[in-house]
């Protein structure tokens, strides 16, 4: 079955210390984002790609940085300068807008990435 | 930024009644989309209307959508134990640079009694 695989489930910060979130997807989609989401809040956008090799930054994009060398793959990395990353992490991907007249797509997300700070 | 604010909060209900969520946004919008959220788990999309559509239906959902109001409510018929999770609302701006920037609101936390 097709989807997207977030890896690990959880994930422990020391302080002064870079930690990569990891985002698989075999559903084909051009499109893969990440978003933030803290205790009883929506989803804030960290950063977004389109294709493979091109990223933006999104709404909350300071502390955070990615790469998108694959098409299937796009990890985060919570860096140092990310002073509260407590937080649930969520990857999401969809087919591209222009892929279908311009129309919207739905985004498809992993189960998330749980990070704490020791 | 938030756009789509939801309402109320947080919602209890008895299995077998209906179950009715607001959502209402500050911008103009090309679609509004509904997704569902199960505890610790990532999001679901529901459905999708778009900005000249009024009323859409899936099976138990009905979405209602009034742009000169700026809102739209989600409908759930006869819920189950199930239907217990977060829904938030999901609105979108202009294509931003040919990518989809969802605005997502802060959700309404359904709990279903049996």
């Known amino acids: 079955d097709g989807g997207i695989t977030q890896s690990p489930k959880y994930l422990f910060r020391k302080e002064g210390q870079n930690v990569t979130l990891s985002c698989e997807q075999n559903?084909?989609?051009?499109?893969m984002y990440w978003y933030r989401q803290d205790p009883g809040q929506g989803l804030r956008l960290i950063y977004y790609?389109?294709?493979?090799?091109?990223?933006q930054k999104g709404d909350i994009a300071e502390g955070y940085s990615v790469s998108r060398e694959k098409k299937e793959s796009f990890p985060l990395t919570v860096t140092s300068a990310q002073k509260n990353p407590t937080a649930f992490y969520l990857c999401a991907s969809s087919r591209r807008p222009w892929a279908a007249q311009g129309a919207y797509q739905p985004q498809h997300f992993g189960d998330g990435t749980r990070l704490s700070i020791l | 930024s938030q756009q789509g604010e939801e309402d109320p909060q947080a919602l209890s209900i008895q299995e077998g009644e209906n179950a009715t969520m607001n959502c209402s946004y500050k911008t103009s919008i090309n679609n509004l989309q509904w997704y569902r959220q199960n505890s610790g788990r990532g999001l679901v999309h529901l459905i999708l209307i778009r900005s000249n559509e009024r009323e859409k239906h899936s099976g138990r959902l009905r979405v209602t959508l009034d742009t000169s109001k700026k809102s739209s409510s989600l409908l759930i018929t006869a819920s189950r134990a199930a239907d217990t999770a977060s829904y938030f609302c999901?609105?979108?701006?202009?294509?931003?640079?040919?990518?989809?920037?969802?605005?997502f609101g802060q959700g309404t936390r359904l709990t279903i009694n049996p």
């Open positions: 559903l084909n989609h051009d499109a």
């Open positions: 790609s389109q294709i493979v090799n091109d990223f």
């Open positions: 999901a609105t979108d701006p202009p294509l931003f640079q040919g990518a989809q920037k969802l605005v």
